[in-house]
């Protein structure tokens, strides 16, 4: 916040009134760091009036909007609104959080549209859309007040209409679900989905709920529904669709944030429009503006990025900061950056003391509290430090003020990795993260399952059956010969999924049968002999001495206070996990496993850093080059501000240089380094080595494997892996393994959408300007060096307005190392390259790859590829490409059809049991196993399994459940009617789930089963 006496003096100078009379617009020259926010706000002071400010595209939105929220006078007198584009995803449909930030301002400004100052951020391609019009918005809003009158029939119908969708149970944004008198909905806008309990025709309650725990969040008294999408049926007929300008009141003033930026980011849009075959719901940038001028109560202001010749005196009243530390494109060096900021702070104590206000802003509270920490002079009484980010400093004269941003400081500018909260940071419910394992209620008819003493079998579907006069429901499995089992769903924890061994195709059983009894019993040999093995290797573990970490220094919390984002629960739990083994006196080896983009380079982050802290060396062992430079980079950003020397050792390094970073490895003073298989080499020799991480363990050979074996028998191991490990095998392998897992993703990580399609030039060139309309870049994959040329030509033709680069293993390494990074700087929009990419690269911008010759490809490199985006606040497009004609062979189809299916967040997991689940298990079991896991079906050999170790361990011994509950005098069919008795009706006792409560037969299934496999009342 920014004091508002300081914004109205500049007001009544800069625009006093009548600031909207009519007059020619007003054009600025470029203005330093965040000046211009302070300037839209000294406008919606001094006119009185509303004001839009536009920019040409999403990312420059985000930053202004951020700098306007940070700047906001603190009387709180003009709100902030913020309307971003329509993205609408490759296969149709919308971002329904797009959308719904788009309701949001829509309905502010229905509220606003009689008058009153505040101010709106835009995009240009925000302003080329077109929306619903007001009174239709308003028209398909439903307001629900707690206690009043409100039929449930016909709030459900008014929601249908609104475009709500009506499932089973509410999971995401745009969903409804009715049971009884209970109607879920989540709106697009809201933090988490609504419950409305209903008494008849009155809303009793209104809460916010938990879609996982399905526990109340907050209690409302009142809550209102817009649409549940953004429907503008453009040129069907007069007034069914309306612009921006619509919204309006009629006097407002409207500044163009570089409007030659803004008109070339409009013809690229407009491009993408045409290439589309035009749109209904879109104007072109000229239709737009020739609206907005039909409106005589507009004024028009500029924010040019060239110099003015007539700049307005507002303009000369600001200045850069003096003395600011300049963001450089490689990590700065400590010391100068520390000579940097002692200037700027002897600049800004000099101001403070000559009677200026001086505001200092932080990006999160740790990075506050490390300043305030380290400054060793306390900041004079005229000195405010607040917590808010800011894309830059500046001065202003005339106000006596000067303003100093975190990036000023520290000279590093953060990127807007992480999706954009408007609002700032809230709590959310999170997203569905996929099927983390597949069960029961995955099934289909046909697939394979497994009883507990019956044996594999086939899944026929969920029947009704009449038994002793009785109807109820059963799933039905079919053996050998015919022969049918009808299992009561009360006994469905019986059942699981059947997951075996690739592309061995498993024999059913046959019911009564000898050979499942004696597959059950060799398993259950097999499993007790690993089951020993795995507590006497955990157990001459415990033997050995190591060197115990001591606890967190001050450095390691200013350290982790500095990252920029939340962590995700299961990150916090990782690294309190691997905190504790490196503090413990035996050596640690921890796997840590967890899907592309889910924060397992933070946890290794974190350990170097303590490892660093108590005076030991760590060296990080990845598999390729381009992984190495990636984690050098990131290691050498994130350590910048502290004594930490990190080096590299691959083949980017001259023999020179390799050999200084070995002497210094040998000496003490590298503190960290970063490599390939060279750190295995014979010979290389640490002075103090503490900590090994080890990137993707299952890409080294044999022989690299054994040199690793002998580190884990000296020092502490830490093995990343992006292989799913299923939650069934983990919790099996619980005590004598340790394994962590990452399986909640980041709060604003979103699904990447994937296409399977007919390679064409339409396609490729549709994906790459859409990709470029936002700003982003694109990996286009060919992984055939003999012909990449010719790809490369026929790219260029295709879209001669991306800048496009190369990279492929047969590139020298500076040549390839200098590609990289000019990709990841932004100076390329398209990287041609082969499967170099496929470990670990994190590039933010990059959030669309087309893969050439999908079909060529098994399903584990296709989900390695395509999580090399995503990894940011977009949504990401991953194109998987097929020849342009001729057959695919079946197993292409089957790949590529999993893929699809499986493009949920964490879907890692689910793909693990189609296709990858016993190479996993194979890592950690021994192919020995794969036999017994192909007899007995996955989830029972995993169940037998933690029941051996619990009975080795001598703990209690998870029960194998099997509950015979006969209720003969209750109705087992959900759909009973009442039954008439001497003229009166009487309803038997059903125990059964009924129909109209639990409609889909998956979701009556998976509650049975729980219900079934509680063991006492605080799980039931």
């Known amino acids: 916040m920014i004091p508002a006496a300081t914004v109205a003096a500049l007001a009544a100078r800069w625009f006093p009134p009548p600031s909207l009379a009519p007059r020619p617009p007003w054009t600025f020259p470029p203005l330093p760091g965040a000046a211009d926010a302070l300037l839209v706000w000294a406008l919606c002071r001094g006119a009185g009036c509303p004001v839009v400010l536009v920019t040409d595209g999403r990312g420059a939105l985000e930053t202004r909007h951020q700098d306007l929220a940070t700047l906001a006078p603190d009387d709180g007198a003009a709100p902030l609104l913020y309307f971003p584009a329509r993205e609408t995803a490759a296969a149709g449909g919308a971002d329904p959080d797009l959308t719904g930030e788009r309701l949001n301002a829509l309905l502010a400004l229905s509220g606003r549209r009689g008058g009153g100052p505040f101010v709106l951020a835009t995009c240009v391609q925000a ?37 709500y969708r009506f499932e089973a149970e509410v999971a995401e944004p745009g969903q409804a679900a009715r049971r009884g008198g209970l109607l879920d909905v989540w709106p697009l806008p809201a933090s988490w989905p609504l419950r409305i309990e209903f008494c008849g025709d009155t809303v009793d309650t209104l809460r916010e709920f938990d879609p996982e725990s399905q526990r109340s969040v907050a209690r409302l008294a009142r809550a209102v529904l817009p649409p549940a999408r953004e429907a503008a049926a453009g040129g069907a007929e007069p007034g069914s669709a309306a612009t921006l300008w619509d919204y309006l009141p009629p006097d407002f003033a409207v500044v163009w944030a570089d409007p030659q930026s803004v008109q070339e980011h409009a013809a690229l849009q407009e491009e993408l429009i045409a290439e589309a075959g035009g749109a209904a719901d879109a104007l072109t940038l000229a239709e737009a503006q020739a609206a907005l001028r039909r409106r005589p109560g507009v004024w028009e202001l500029r924010l040019s990025a060239a110099e003015a010749a007539d700049a307005p005196a507002a303009a000369r009243e600001f200045a850069a900061l003096p003395a600011a530390a300049e963001p450089a494109r490689e990590a700065l060096q400590p010391d100068g950056l520390e000579t940097a900021r002692r200037r700027l702070l002897a600049e800004l104590r000099r101001r403070a003391q000559a009677g200026e206000t001086v505001l200092l ?37 005339g106000a006596r003020l000067a303003v100093a941003a975190e990036a000023d400081l520290y000279g590093q500018r953060k990127r807007l990795d992480r999706r954009y909260e408007p609002a700032g940071e809230r709590p959310r419910a999170a997203r569905p993260a996929g099927l983390r394992v597949a069960d029961l209620t995955d099934l289909e008819p046909g697939d394979l399952v497994v009883h507990v003493e019956h044996g594999i079998g086939r899944y026929r579907g969920l029947f009704e059956i009449e038994c002793d006069g009785r109807r109820q429901e059963v799933l039905t499995i079919e053996y050998a010969e015919g022969a049918r089992l009808h299992v009561p769903v009360a006994h469905a924890h019986l059942l699981s999924r059947y997951v075996g061994l690739g592309r061995r195709q498993a024999s059913l059983h046959r019911l009564g049968g000898k050979r499942w009894q004696r597959d059950k019993a060799a398993a259950e040999r097999a499993i007790a002999d690993l089951a020993a093995s795995l507590l006497e290797t955990q157990a001459q573990r415990r033997l050995l001495d190591g060197v115990a970490c001591g606890p ?27 905190k504790r083994d490196m503090e413990a006196p035996r050596p640690m080896d921890r796997l840590v496993c967890g899907d592309a983009g889910y924060g397992k380079t933070e946890v290794a982050l974190r350990s170097a850093f303590k490892a660093v802290m108590d005076g030991r060396q760590v060296a990080v062992l990845v598999p390729t080059t381009v992984l190495a430079q990636q984690h050098y980079q990131t290691f050498r950003e994130r350590l910048a501000a502290y004594p930490v020397r990190v ?70 191991v830490l093995t990343l892996t992006a292989t799913p490990i299923p939650r069934t095998l983990y919790m099996s392998l619980t005590g004598i393994r340790d394994l962590s897992l990452l399986q909640s993703p980041p709060r604003e990580r979103l699904a990447i959408e994937t296409i399977v399609a007919r390679a064409s030039d339409a396609i490729i060139r549709e994906a790459i300007l859409r990709e470029l309309s936002r700003e982003g870049q694109v990996f286009y994959l060919h992984n055939r ?26 590139m020298s390494s500076a040549e390839l190392a200098a590609t990289m990074r000019a990709f990841a700087a932004g100076a390329f929009d398209v990287l041609l390259c082969t499967t170099i990419i496929e470990s670990g690269v994190d590039i933010p911008r990059a959030n669309t790859i087309l893969i050439d010759r999908a079909d060529r490809f098994g399903i584990a490199d296709l989900y390695q590829l395509r999580g090399r985006v995503g990894r940011s606040n977009r949504q990401a497009y991953a194109y998987l490409l097929l020849p342009p004609q001729g057959p695919l062979d079946a197993e292409a189809r089957q790949r590529l059809g999993a893929l699809q299916k499986y493009s949920s967040l964490s879907a890692g997991f689910s793909l693990a049991l189609r296709d990858l689940e016993i190479r ?72 059964a789930l009924p129909h109209n409560y639990v409609p889909e037969p998956q979701h009556r299934i998976e509650i049975y089963r729980k219900l079934a496999q509680a063991t006492d009342k605080a799980v039931l």
Request: negative net charge.
């Open 127 to 163: 302003l080329m859309q077109l929306t619903l019009p007001p009174e239709r918005l308003a028209a398909e809003t439903v307001a629900l007040t707690s206690g009043a009158a409100a039929a449930p029939d016909e709030v459900a119908r008014r929601l249908h209409a609104a475009g």
């Open 920 to 991: 996993g298990a194979g890592n950690l079991l021994g192919a020995e196993q794969s036999g017994h896991i192909a007899a007995v079906g996955f989830g029972l050999y995993c169940q037998l399994l933690r029941r051996t170790v619990a009975r080795l361990q001598g703990g209690p011994v998870p029960p194998l459940i099997d509950v015979d509950l006969r209720l003969d005098f209750l109705d087992m069919n959900p759909e009973a009617e009442p039954v008439s008795t001497e003229g009166r009706r009487m309803s038997i006792p059903s125990a």
């Open 361 to 397: 802003y932080f990006d999160t509270p740790g990075a506050l509290e490390r300043f305030r920490e380290g400054e060793p002079d306390a900041p004079p009484a005229a000195w405010r430090l607040q917590v808010g980010p800011l894309s830059g400093g500046f001065v202003c004269d």
């Open 785 to 810: 060096v003999m012909t990449i040329d010719a790809v490369r030509a026929r790219l260029g033709r295709l879209a001669p307005e991306a800048r496009l680069g190369v990279a492929h293993g047969q």
């Open 552 to 578: 967190d220094t001050p450095w390691q919390r200013e350290f982790e206070a500095a990252f920029p984002y939340r962590e995700t629960p299961d990150q916090s739990r990782v690294i309190a996990e691997v």
């Open 647 to 716: 080096e590299m050792l691959s083949r980017f390094r001259s023999r020179g240089e390799r050999a200084a970073v070995l002497r210094g490895l040998a000496e003490g003073v590298v503190d960290i380094v970063i490599g390939t298989h060279a750190l295995l080499q014979p010979g290389l020799r640490f002075r103090n080595l503490g900590l090994v991480v080890v990137d993707e363990e299952q890409r080294f050979g044999v022989d690299h494997k054994e040199r690793l074996k002998e580190w884990r028998r000296l020092v502490d």
